[in-house]
Protein backbone atom coordinates (compact mmCIF):
# COMPACT_ATOMS: atom_id res chain seq x y z
CA UNK A 1 0.00 0.00 0.00
CA UNK A 2 1.49 3.34 -0.94
CA UNK A 3 1.74 5.55 1.86
CA UNK A 4 2.21 9.40 1.36
CA UNK A 5 4.00 11.32 4.23
CA UNK A 6 4.44 15.00 4.28
CA UNK A 7 5.96 17.48 7.27
CA UNK A 8 5.40 19.72 8.24
CA UNK A 9 1.88 19.23 8.93
CA UNK A 10 1.51 23.14 10.46
CA UNK A 11 3.90 25.66 9.18
CA UNK A 12 3.83 29.18 10.70
CA UNK A 13 5.93 31.54 8.71
CA UNK A 14 7.07 35.43 8.53
CA UNK A 15 6.57 37.05 5.52
CA UNK A 16 9.82 37.01 3.89
CA UNK A 17 11.18 33.99 5.17
CA UNK A 18 12.21 30.72 3.39
CA UNK A 19 11.07 27.40 3.69
CA UNK A 20 10.71 24.08 2.15
CA UNK A 21 7.79 21.75 2.43
CA UNK A 22 8.85 17.37 2.11
CA UNK A 23 6.45 14.60 0.40
CA UNK A 24 8.00 11.27 1.09
CA UNK A 25 6.13 8.21 -0.54
CA UNK A 26 6.93 4.90 0.20
CA UNK A 27 6.86 3.15 -3.35
CA UNK A 28 7.72 3.75 -7.15
CA UNK A 29 5.92 6.31 -8.94
CA UNK A 30 7.31 8.76 -11.54
CA UNK A 31 4.26 11.02 -10.93
CA UNK A 32 3.87 13.62 -8.34
CA UNK A 33 0.83 16.37 -8.24
CA UNK A 34 0.85 19.55 -5.79
CA UNK A 35 -2.28 20.66 -4.85
CA UNK A 36 -3.08 23.97 -2.95
CA UNK A 37 -6.44 24.26 -1.23
CA UNK A 38 -7.92 27.75 0.18
CA UNK A 39 -10.17 27.50 3.78
CA UNK A 40 -13.79 25.90 2.38
CA UNK A 41 -12.55 25.64 -1.07
CA UNK A 42 -11.78 22.73 -3.71
CA UNK A 43 -8.54 21.78 -4.78
CA UNK A 44 -6.30 23.65 -7.13
CA UNK A 45 -3.53 21.75 -9.34
CA UNK A 46 -0.21 23.74 -8.31
CA UNK A 47 2.13 21.41 -10.13
CA UNK A 48 2.30 18.39 -12.13
CA UNK A 49 6.30 16.54 -11.69
CA UNK A 50 6.64 13.68 -14.74
CA UNK A 51 9.96 12.35 -14.08
CA UNK A 52 12.74 11.81 -11.91
CA UNK A 53 14.41 15.44 -11.43
CA UNK A 54 11.34 17.56 -12.96
CA UNK A 55 11.31 21.24 -11.78
CA UNK A 56 8.56 23.25 -11.72
CA UNK A 57 8.39 27.03 -10.74
CA UNK A 58 5.13 29.42 -10.24
CA UNK A 59 6.05 32.83 -8.95
CA UNK A 60 7.34 32.23 -5.26
CA UNK A 61 6.81 28.72 -5.00
CA UNK A 62 8.92 25.55 -6.56
CA UNK A 63 8.44 21.96 -6.91
CA UNK A 64 10.72 19.37 -7.50
CA UNK A 65 11.14 15.48 -7.90
CA UNK A 66 13.75 12.58 -6.98
CA UNK A 67 12.31 9.40 -7.51
CA UNK A 68 15.44 7.91 -6.62
CA UNK A 69 14.97 9.32 -3.10
CA UNK A 70 11.01 9.05 -3.38
CA UNK A 71 10.80 12.33 -2.18
CA UNK A 72 9.92 15.89 -4.04
CA UNK A 73 9.98 19.02 -2.20
CA UNK A 74 7.67 22.32 -2.24
CA UNK A 75 10.16 25.58 -1.47
CA UNK A 76 8.77 28.86 -0.71
CA UNK A 77 10.67 31.93 -1.58
CA UNK A 78 9.87 34.87 0.40
CA UNK A 79 6.60 33.94 1.57
CA UNK A 80 3.49 36.45 1.30
CA UNK A 81 0.37 36.25 2.88
CA UNK A 82 -1.40 34.91 0.04
CA UNK A 83 0.38 31.98 0.53
CA UNK A 84 -1.60 31.36 3.44
CA UNK A 85 -3.10 27.81 2.53
CA UNK A 86 -3.12 24.02 2.89
CA UNK A 87 -1.19 22.37 0.83
CA UNK A 88 -1.40 18.80 -0.63
CA UNK A 89 1.43 16.55 -2.26
CA UNK A 90 -0.36 13.46 -4.02
CA UNK A 91 1.27 10.50 -5.81
CA UNK A 92 -0.01 7.96 -8.60
CA UNK A 93 -0.46 4.41 -7.34
CA UNK A 94 -2.40 1.60 -9.06
CA UNK A 95 -5.71 0.32 -7.56
CA UNK A 96 -7.40 -3.33 -8.39
CA UNK A 97 -9.10 -1.28 -11.27
CA UNK A 98 -7.05 1.39 -12.49
CA UNK A 99 -5.09 4.33 -11.19
CA UNK A 100 -5.69 7.14 -8.49
CA UNK A 101 -3.80 9.59 -6.83
CA UNK A 102 -3.24 8.94 -2.86
CA UNK A 103 -2.71 12.32 -1.04
CA UNK A 104 -0.64 13.39 1.44
CA UNK A 105 -2.12 14.38 4.99
CA UNK A 106 -1.57 18.38 3.79
CA UNK A 107 0.57 20.97 4.93
CA UNK A 108 -1.29 24.35 6.49
CA UNK A 109 0.87 26.99 5.71
CA UNK A 110 0.30 30.40 7.85
CA UNK A 111 2.17 33.37 6.46
CA UNK A 112 1.94 36.05 9.03
CA UNK A 113 3.38 39.79 9.15
CA UNK B 1 -17.38 26.73 -18.00
CA UNK B 2 -16.25 23.14 -18.31
CA UNK B 3 -15.98 21.40 -15.00
CA UNK B 4 -17.02 19.78 -12.65
CA UNK B 5 -20.27 19.94 -10.85
CA UNK B 6 -21.15 18.49 -7.55
CA UNK B 7 -24.70 18.48 -5.60
CA UNK B 8 -25.91 19.49 -2.71
CA UNK B 9 -23.06 22.02 -2.00
CA UNK B 10 -24.13 21.11 2.06
CA UNK B 11 -26.42 18.63 3.41
CA UNK B 12 -27.66 17.76 7.02
CA UNK B 13 -29.20 14.33 7.29
CA UNK B 14 -30.80 11.94 9.68
CA UNK B 15 -28.67 8.98 10.90
CA UNK B 16 -30.17 5.55 9.14
CA UNK B 17 -30.93 7.68 5.98
CA UNK B 18 -29.94 7.24 2.42
CA UNK B 19 -28.86 9.93 0.18
CA UNK B 20 -27.13 10.18 -3.23
CA UNK B 21 -24.60 12.90 -3.84
CA UNK B 22 -24.43 13.86 -7.03
CA UNK B 23 -21.10 14.55 -9.43
CA UNK B 24 -21.45 15.45 -13.21
CA UNK B 25 -18.36 16.71 -15.67
CA UNK B 26 -18.23 17.80 -18.31
CA UNK B 27 -14.40 17.52 -19.94
CA UNK B 28 -14.84 14.11 -21.54
CA UNK B 29 -12.48 12.75 -18.89
CA UNK B 30 -12.58 9.08 -18.72
CA UNK B 31 -12.09 8.72 -14.84
CA UNK B 32 -13.76 10.00 -12.11
CA UNK B 33 -12.75 9.51 -8.27
CA UNK B 34 -14.49 10.21 -4.89
CA UNK B 35 -12.51 11.42 -2.03
CA UNK B 36 -13.86 12.04 1.41
CA UNK B 37 -11.65 15.13 3.36
CA UNK B 38 -11.66 14.72 6.95
CA UNK B 39 -9.56 16.94 9.52
CA UNK B 40 -6.12 15.74 10.62
CA UNK B 41 -6.87 12.63 7.70
CA UNK B 42 -6.48 14.52 4.50
CA UNK B 43 -7.80 13.19 1.14
CA UNK B 44 -9.00 9.40 1.57
CA UNK B 45 -10.30 7.81 -1.88
CA UNK B 46 -13.83 5.91 -1.26
CA UNK B 47 -14.11 4.57 -5.07
CA UNK B 48 -13.02 5.54 -8.03
CA UNK B 49 -13.82 4.82 -12.01
CA UNK B 50 -11.27 4.29 -14.62
CA UNK B 51 -13.96 4.58 -17.52
CA UNK B 52 -18.00 4.66 -17.55
CA UNK B 53 -19.02 0.91 -16.79
CA UNK B 54 -16.26 0.05 -14.46
CA UNK B 55 -15.42 1.10 -10.90
CA UNK B 56 -13.17 -0.23 -8.10
CA UNK B 57 -12.81 0.50 -4.56
CA UNK B 58 -10.35 2.57 -2.68
CA UNK B 59 -9.16 3.15 0.37
CA UNK B 60 -12.55 3.83 2.75
CA UNK B 61 -15.20 1.85 0.80
CA UNK B 62 -16.96 0.53 3.05
CA UNK B 63 -20.97 2.44 3.61
CA UNK B 64 -20.90 3.86 0.36
CA UNK B 65 -21.67 2.59 -3.56
CA UNK B 66 -20.93 4.38 -6.56
CA UNK B 67 -22.55 3.59 -10.19
CA UNK B 68 -20.69 4.59 -13.74
CA UNK B 69 -23.64 4.64 -16.47
CA UNK B 70 -22.20 6.97 -18.80
CA UNK B 71 -19.01 9.25 -19.10
CA UNK B 72 -20.08 12.31 -17.07
CA UNK B 73 -22.03 10.93 -14.42
CA UNK B 74 -20.50 8.94 -11.17
CA UNK B 75 -23.07 9.55 -7.86
CA UNK B 76 -21.91 8.58 -4.81
CA UNK B 77 -24.55 6.80 -2.58
CA UNK B 78 -24.87 6.23 1.26
CA UNK B 79 -27.12 3.30 1.91
CA UNK B 80 -28.05 4.08 5.42
CA UNK B 81 -26.03 7.09 6.72
CA UNK B 82 -24.02 6.66 10.30
CA UNK B 83 -22.58 10.12 12.07
CA UNK B 84 -19.16 8.58 11.42
CA UNK B 85 -20.01 9.51 7.63
CA UNK B 86 -19.74 13.17 8.60
CA UNK B 87 -17.40 14.68 6.53
CA UNK B 88 -16.57 16.74 2.83
CA UNK B 89 -16.90 14.86 0.07
CA UNK B 90 -14.84 16.00 -3.06
CA UNK B 91 -15.63 14.47 -6.83
CA UNK B 92 -12.79 14.71 -9.07
CA UNK B 93 -11.85 13.77 -12.57
CA UNK B 94 -9.13 13.00 -14.60
CA UNK B 95 -8.09 12.10 -18.76
CA UNK B 96 -7.49 8.84 -17.88
CA UNK B 97 -4.87 5.98 -17.84
CA UNK B 98 -1.59 7.60 -16.33
CA UNK B 99 -2.46 11.10 -17.20
CA UNK B 100 -3.96 11.46 -13.06
CA UNK B 101 -3.95 14.99 -13.05
CA UNK B 102 -7.18 15.37 -10.88
CA UNK B 103 -9.44 18.14 -11.02
CA UNK B 104 -11.85 18.65 -8.44
CA UNK B 105 -15.35 20.01 -7.67
CA UNK B 106 -16.52 22.10 -5.51
CA UNK B 107 -17.35 19.25 -2.83
CA UNK B 108 -20.03 18.58 -0.42
CA UNK B 109 -20.18 19.37 3.45
CA UNK B 110 -22.46 16.61 4.70
CA UNK B 111 -23.34 16.10 8.42
CA UNK B 112 -25.04 13.31 9.54
CA UNK B 113 -26.79 13.25 13.13
Known amino acids: ELKVEQNPLFLSMQEGKNYTIYCNYS?????LYWYRQDPGKSLESLFV?????AVKQEGRLMASLDTKARLSTLHITAAVHDLSATYFC?????????????FGKGTSLLVTP | IAGITQAPTSQILAAGRRMTLRCTQD?????MYWYRQDLGLGLRLIHY???????GKGEVPDGYSVSRANTDDFPLTLASAVPSQTSVYFC????????????FGQGTRLTVV
Open chain 2, 92 to 103: ASSPGGVNTEAF
Open chain 1, 27 to 31: TTSDR
Open chain 1, 49 to 53: LLSNG
Open chain 1, 90 to 102: AVVSPWSAGYALN
Open chain 2, 27 to 31: MRHNA
Open chain 2, 49 to 55: SNTAGTT
